[in-house]
């Protein structure tokens, strides 16, 4: 690596699993002090669309809400955040591979 500065990016949930968004936000406030990791990436939607489909409006609402939140409450202790849209390409139920457009048409895509 020749001295270079390494980046450590660490990937948080933003579906909470019913315990919410401020206990997230409290798990990376204390995973910060505790190491000096400064930078995390939030992901949403996650790979659970996969098998239904493009995510709805309401989704990604939702996520830009959650986003927020995280960034009000990390706000005055140095943290960086970023957001992984943890989607593939490949989405949503089909014989065949297919390719989500936005605003969730879906394409086919090989056999």
């Not at 401020?22 to 939607?45: A, C, R, Y």
């Not at 709805?56 to 992984?84: C, H, M, S, T, Y």
């Not at 943890?86 to 969730?104: E, F, V, Y």
Request: include cysteine; glycine fraction near 12%; charged fraction near 25%.
């Amino acid at each position: 690596m020749g001295g270079e500065d390494l980046d450590i990016f660490i990937p948080i949930p933003l579906t909470t699993y019913g315990v919410g968004v401020e206990h997230s936000i409290m798990n990376v406030i204390e995973l910060h002090q505790k190491t000096g990791f400064d930078k995390f990436i939030l992901s949403g939607p996650t790979k659970g669309w996969r098998s239904f489909g493009y995510p709805p409006q309401d989704e990604f609402e939702r996520i830009a809400d959650n986003i927020l939140r995280f960034k009000e409450g990390v706000r005055d202790f140095g943290i960086r955040l970023g957001w992984w849209a943890h989607m593939i390409l490949k989405t949503g139920p089909a014989d065949r591979n297919l390719l989500s457009r936005t605003p969730g048409q879906h394409v086919c895509w090989g056999t």
